[in-house]
């Protein structure tokens, strides 16, 4: 896991290393302070030699302004650092999102994804500032410290080494104990995530049926876990800190006591005042290194979830991928072919979502689909720019396996537009061009045309430079959808499908749309998912599905003779028209 996030440093490798370069000057020259200060103390103080305490006190003076610049590098190139390693793990992570196929998403979940992307990077982020500063100044100022005070007496020193084991053991215990709480806190945060989105995203749901109430109890519910299972992390880790102050204090304590009889009692010289006082700035020095030891390691057990958390978006392998050497770059044409095709979104389940399915489909054909609730419509058209693959059998574009194209490629010459598509936060001209980034405003107009947009666009007061909030939540389902339409047509597809995306629009519309299609792109095959016959009856063919089984192939009147679903929602819908 370290290894793999480490290489996200990259470009700031440079920063990272020098940062605990300056913070280990920095710990030197701290070091040598409290050994001149007591030289400053018997050599000067002690004997009245002023000139010898105007000499040492200059050069304190110098170690502390060095140490003080040597500091501020090394927090400047650790912030640099830090920030960059973060930008670069949510850089890695987003983009290897893209490559995800749908499978893989459904996997981790979007608010899963949302939260790995902003709390963990964060909480890693500044783990690794720790640990490129903190982490370092610790280990070497108790080390450095400790080799002082054993110059200065040994015996005093050892007390030291009796307190270190039973604090690695605290520290041990705490880090397995608290290490599961975390990632059980992180998982629920996926789910807070997840509410937040859902609410936001159906306010306007929310406020109609007045359940403002039920979503407040659910957020705080899951807020609730959260706060239980922090307040239970924090307080388990809590515990460092008494540890470390007893032992630390403890051991000043005894240091002070024992140095004073040194000093008090022995008829010979064994300890000075100056080195009495540096040995007590060297305790502090050490209490102050496992104060800090005693916070990284906590700070590393929460960032050790969220970077397991990170590893596992980058290490995802994506389920659909392009052949890795021969890959067909080019689709030849529209025609699709279904070959005994069985599919299903999980491998293990126990039913198929698609059970042999066989169609053929010519190029710049116009295709209907139909068929009930749960009769795996969209499931099928999603087979043909791969954004699933089958489990048996095999799906043709062009007269060959979609397995065998390039993803991007084959994505390309494939247009969907979905009922409930989406538009993004910019003006309808950012949007159109998402089906074409380089169109002319000339291409952009023909396009808004042929989907029955340009009407209502140029109705807006800004046209077709009209800000569209996010998800084309000021315009209306019917509007969304036309320009939606627009936007597919702009890449000029081989295949164009459909998925209900007309449900918002009239009748009259609809048929306009149509007829657009028929006249403006009669080479492009046009798949038309819808629950109206009136939108495909005029269809060169209709496919009508039945819980995942092709039921009836056939022309509208070859339908109404053979096929018993097609016909009686035929006569359902005349019925109706007729009322």
Same mark, same amino acid.
Not at 114 to 127: E, H, K, M, Y
Not at 478 to 491: D, H, S, T, V
Not at 519 to 538: F, G, M, N, Y
């Given at each position: 896991?370290?290894?793999?996030?480490?290489?996200?440093?990259?470009?700031? =490798?440079? !920063?990272?290393?020098?940062?605990?370069?300056?913070?280990?000057?920095?710990?030197?020259?701290?070091?040598?302070?409290?050994?001149?200060?007591?030289?400053?103390?018997?050599?000067?103080?002690?004997?009245? !030699?002023?000139?010898?305490?105007? =000499?040492?006190?200059?050069?304190?003076?110098?170690? &502390?302004?060095?140490?003080?610049?040597?500091?501020?590098?090394?927090?400047?190139?650790?912030?640099?650092?830090? *920030?960059?390693?973060?930008?670069?793990?949510?850089?890695?992570?987003?983009?290897?999102?893209?490559?995800?196929?749908?499978?893989?998403?459904?996997?981790?979940?979007?608010?899963?994804?949302?939260?790995?992307?902003?709390?963990?990077?964060?909480?890693?982020?500044?783990?690794?500032?720790?640990?490129?500063?903190?982490?370092?100044?610790?280990?070497?100022?108790?080390?450095?410290?400790?080799?002082?005070?054993?110059?200065?007496?040994?015996?005093?020193? @050892?007390?030291?080494?009796?307190?270190?084991?039973?604090?690695?053991? *605290?520290?041990?215990?705490?880090?397995?104990?608290?290490?599961?709480?975390?990632?059980?806190?992180?998982?629920?945060?996926?789910?807070?995530?997840?509410?937040?989105?859902?609410?936001?995203?159906?306010?306007?749901?929310?406020?109609?049926?007045?359940?403002? +109430?039920?979503?407040?109890?659910?957020?705080?519910?899951?807020?609730?876990?959260?706060?239980?299972?922090? *307040?239970?992390?924090?307080?388990?880790?809590?515990?460092?800190?008494?540890?470390?102050?007893? &032992?630390?204090?403890?051991?000043?304590?005894?240091?002070?006591?024992?140095?004073?009889?040194?000093?008090?009692?022995?008829?010979?010289?064994? @300890?000075?005042?100056?080195?009495?006082?540096?040995?007590?700035?060297?305790?502090?020095?050490?209490? @102050?290194?496992?104060?800090?030891?005693?916070?990284?390691? @906590?700070?590393?057990?929460?960032?050790?979830?969220?970077?397991?958390?990170?590893?596992?978006?980058?290490?995802?392998?994506?389920?659909?991928?392009?052949?890795?050497?021969?890959?067909?770059?080019?689709?030849?044409?529209?025609?699709?072919? #279904? $070959?005994?095709?069985?599919?299903?979104?999980?491998?293990?389940?126990?039913?198929?979502?698609?059970?042999?399915?066989?169609?053929?489909?010519?190029?710049?054909?116009?295709?209907?689909?139909?068929? %009930?609730?749960?009769?795996? =419509?969209?499931?099928?058209?999603?087979?043909?720019?791969?954004?699933?693959?089958?489990?048996?059998?095999?799906?043709?574009?062009?007269?060959?396996?979609?397995?065998?194209?390039?993803?991007?490629?084959?994505?390309?010459?494939?247009?969907?537009?979905?009922?409930?598509?989406?538009?993004?936060?910019?003006?309808?001209?950012?949007?159109?061009?998402?089906?074409?980034?380089?169109?002319?405003?000339?291409?952009?107009?023909?396009?808004?045309?042929?989907?029955?947009?340009?009407? #209502?666009?140029?109705?807006?007061?800004? %046209?077709? +430079?009209?800000?569209?909030?996010?998800?084309?939540?000021?315009?209306?389902? %019917?509007?969304?959808?036309?320009? &939606?339409?627009?936007?597919?047509?702009?890449?000029?597809?081989?295949?164009?499908?459909?998925? $209900?995306?007309?449900?918002?629009?009239?009748? =009259?519309?609809?048929?306009?749309?149509?007829?657009?299609?028929?006249?403006?792109?009669?080479?492009?095959?046009?798949?038309?998912?819808?629950?109206?016959?009136?939108?495909?009856?005029?269809? !060169?063919?209709?496919?009508?599905?039945? +819980?995942?089984?092709? $039921?009836?192939?056939?022309?509208?009147?070859?339908?109404?003779?053979?096929?018993?679903?097609?016909?009686?929602?035929?006569?359902?819908?005349?019925?109706?028209?007729?009322?």
């Amino acid at each position: 896991m370290i290894k793999r996030l480490i290489s996200c440093v990259r470009q700031y =490798k440079k !920063d990272a290393m020098l940062s605990p370069i300056f913070v280990s000057l920095e710990v030197i020259l701290d070091v040598f302070i409290p050994l001149y200060m007591g030289r400053l103390i018997d050599n000067g103080i002690d004997r009245g !030699d002023m000139g010898y305490v105007l =000499k040492m006190g200059l050069l304190l003076v110098a170690l &502390c302004i060095l140490s003080l610049v040597c500091g501020a590098l090394s927090g400047r190139f650790a912030s640099v650092a830090a *920030v960059g390693f973060g930008a670069n793990l949510r850089h890695d992570m987003f983009h290897h999102v893209q490559t995800y196929s749908f499978s893989n998403i459904d996997k981790f979940s979007s608010s899963s994804i949302v939260t790995r992307l902003t709390t963990d990077v964060s909480r890693i982020q500044n783990a690794f500032m720790m640990t490129i500063r903190v982490a370092v100044r610790a280990p070497v100022m108790l080390i450095l410290a400790m080799v002082m005070a054993f110059q200065i007496n040994r015996s005093l020193a @050892m007390i030291f080494l009796l307190a270190l084991p039973f604090l690695a053991v *605290v520290i041990f215990v705490l880090m397995r104990t608290v290490h599961p709480i975390f990632k059980r806190v992180f998982k629920t945060y996926d789910r807070l995530n997840q509410v937040v989105q859902e609410n936001l995203r159906g306010i306007r749901v929310v406020k109609s049926y007045v359940r403002e +109430d039920h979503e407040i109890d659910k957020f705080n519910k899951i807020s609730g876990v959260i706060y239980k299972d922090f *307040v239970k992390a924090e307080t388990i880790i809590s515990l460092s800190s008494p540890v470390m102050n007893i &032992c630390a204090y403890g051991c000043m304590i005894l240091i002070a006591w024992l140095g004073s009889r040194l000093i008090v009692t022995s008829h010979e010289t064994v @300890m000075t005042t100056g080195q009495l006082t540096s040995m007590i700035t060297y305790v502090m020095q050490i209490l @102050m290194s496992l104060m800090f030891v005693s916070m990284i390691a @906590m700070q590393l057990i929460m960032s050790r979830a969220a970077g397991e958390r990170i590893v596992e978006i980058l290490d995802e392998t994506s389920s659909l991928e392009s052949p890795e050497t021969g890959a067909i770059h080019t689709v030849a044409d529209g025609s699709i072919e #279904f $070959d005994h095709v069985t599919f299903s979104y999980a491998r293990q389940a126990e039913k198929p979502v698609l059970d042999d399915v066989t169609l053929t489909i010519q190029a710049g054909e116009t295709v209907g689909i139909l068929g %009930g609730t749960g009769s795996s =419509k969209s499931s099928l058209v999603q087979l043909i720019p791969r954004l699933y693959d089958v489990v048996e059998g095999s799906v043709k574009v062009g007269g060959v396996d979609v397995r065998q194209y390039d993803l991007e490629a084959l994505r390309n010459q494939v247009a969907m537009v979905l009922q409930k598509n989406v538009l993004f936060s910019g003006t309808i001209k950012d949007n159109l061009r998402w089906g074409n980034e380089n169109a002319t405003d000339e291409e952009l107009v023909h396009a808004c045309r042929l989907a029955q947009a340009d009407g #209502f666009i140029r109705e807006f007061p800004d %046209g077709y +430079d009209t800000w569209i909030e996010q998800g084309g939540a000021n315009v209306s389902g %019917g509007q969304r959808q036309r320009l &939606c339409i627009a936007r597919a047509l702009l890449k000029k597809p081989k295949i164009l499908i459909l998925d $209900d995306s007309t449900s918002a629009v009239d009748t =009259k519309t609809d048929a306009l749309i149509r007829q657009a299609f028929a006249q403006e792109i009669p080479d492009t095959t046009k798949l038309i998912i819808a629950q109206r016959i009136s939108s495909v009856q005029d269809a !060169d063919k209709i496919i009508v599905l039945n +819980d995942g089984h092709v $039921d009836g192939f056939g022309t509208h009147e070859e339908l109404l003779k053979t096929n018993i679903i097609y016909r009686e929602v035929y006569e359902s819908q005349t019925r109706k028209e007729e009322a």
